[in-house]
């Protein structure tokens, strides 16, 4: 495994700072300008919150080295001077090792169904290193989430779905990997960005308006004090999903964050899902919690204790659901139920663990009814920014919208 560079010094913190700075306000200003006059701020359609058409995910901006490519994904996820190939092999090298994770034990994954079909680089470089630019994974779908605003990411998140192939076959294999990117700025602003670019009909204007606001939404956090040479700046990534059926026997889930102790990307607690002990020997404080909460449960204003919270998420079969016959009463079964990743992958939705599904190149991803219906949801939220019409955090629901 390659080794790791050194941590930047305080010299390069104070330039990445000023630098940071110089492109998040120079990408905002070539986005403002060039985005047509926003028609109607209610006038909304769900490609506006889950672009997924052709044209822009089998477009060259979408493969290689492009700007919405695998490779960039990880590049912006990565924080200079760490070599991305390094981010991704250690990653990955970590993904294939048994873990405690908020001391629940995790099961290594078998990475190597994921290697044996990465390309290598060639024979001029190092051939056993993989080749970031020849990725097996087809970029699925982007989705701005503004209904995801919160203290440190005020626009939300920007997401980008990866569904994972076969290089040799071309076929779809059953993995995705979500990039969830953290956003700053007025999400008021944000909103009537995303709303003006759906506006464009020319394709390859379109196509040119969405990387400008990728590249504005990537910069957006990379601001910071120049004058403080102690301060670290890290990638604007939140976290990176996985939703795999390849490394695993069972539908598996688990969450990755960057770790500046690490310097790369750790798994972490799948976020409100309990750990599998909780579905047999433990289940019986995991109902005893929730007979305790149940009315706050209910109405999503209570957090899962995290010391409930597991490594990963299994779904054991296609109408999974928590907590049937428990005990509990069924309104807080069902809200607790589909705030998990588990549940909200499976019986609780209707969907067979994927929302959004890997493709052949010639066709748009399998989307399920649930996240069909979700979009319109978050296309109220949405068109109340855009209006400023002052409703919009009444539009926001809690629990499941995480996923």
Request: aromatic letters at 8%; hydrophobic letters at 40%.
């Amino acid at each position: 495994m390659p080794t790791l560079h050194k941590t930047p010094g305080t010299a390069s913190k104070v330039i990445f700072c000023l630098l940071a700075s110089v492109l998040s306000a120079s990408s905002a200003a070539r986005a403002e300008s060039s985005l047509p006059a926003l028609e109607s701020c209610t006038q909304f359609s769900d490609e506006t919150l889950l672009i997924t058409r052709l044209d822009v995910t089998e477009h060259v901006i979408a493969k290689a080295d492009g700007p919405l490519s695998f490779k960039r994904m990880i590049e912006s996820s990565t924080r200079p001077p760490i070599d991305p190939r390094t981010t991704v092999e250690t990653w990955l090298g970590k993904w294939g090792e048994s873990r405690l994770v908020n001391g629940h034990v995790v099961p290594a994954a078998n990475v190597d169904e994921m290697l044996l079909y990465w390309p290598k680089e060639g024979p001029a470089a190092n051939q056993d290193r993989i080749a970031l630019d020849r990725a097996p994974f087809r970029l699925l779908a982007v989705l701005p989430r503004l209904d995801l605003r919160r203290v440190d990411a005020e626009a939300g998140e920007l997401r980008f779905v990866f569904g994972a192939f076969d290089p040799n076959t071309l076929a779809p294999r059953p993995l995705t990997i979500i990039f969830e990117f953290l956003v700053a700025g007025s999400p008021e602003v944000w909103a009537e960005r995303w709303m003006r670019l759906a506006q464009i009909s020319d394709a390859d204007r379109y196509r040119s308006e969405l990387v400008k606001l990728v590249d504005l939404a990537l910069v957006s956090r990379l601001k910071g004090d120049a004058h403080s040479g102690a301060r670290v700046i890290h990638p604007p990534i939140g976290q990176i999903r996985t939703n795999d059926f390849v490394m695993m026997t069972e539908w598996d889930l688990r969450e990755f964050h960057w770790s500046e102790a690490d310097l790369g990307f750790v798994a972490m607690p799948v976020a409100r899902t309990p750990a599998e002990a909780f579905r047999s020997s433990r289940g019986s404080e995991l109902v005893e919690w929730i007979n305790a909460n149940s009315s706050a449960i209910t109405v999503g204003e209570v957090e899962m204790p995290r010391e409930f919270l597991g490594g990963h998420a299994l779904v054991p079969h296609d109408n999974f659901r928590w907590l049937v016959d428990a005990g509990v009463s069924e309104d807080a079964r069902k809200a607790f139920s589909l705030a998990t990743c588990s549940g909200c992958h499976s019986g609780e939705t209707d969907t067979r663990f994927l929302h959004i599904e890997p493709r052949w190149s010639t066709q748009p991803p399998v989307i399920s009814e649930f996240l069909r219906r979700e979009i319109p949801i978050r296309g109220k939220d949405l068109v109340a920014l855009a209006c400023r019409s002052g409703q919009a955090s009444a539009e926001k629901r809690p629990d499941h919208d995480v996923h």
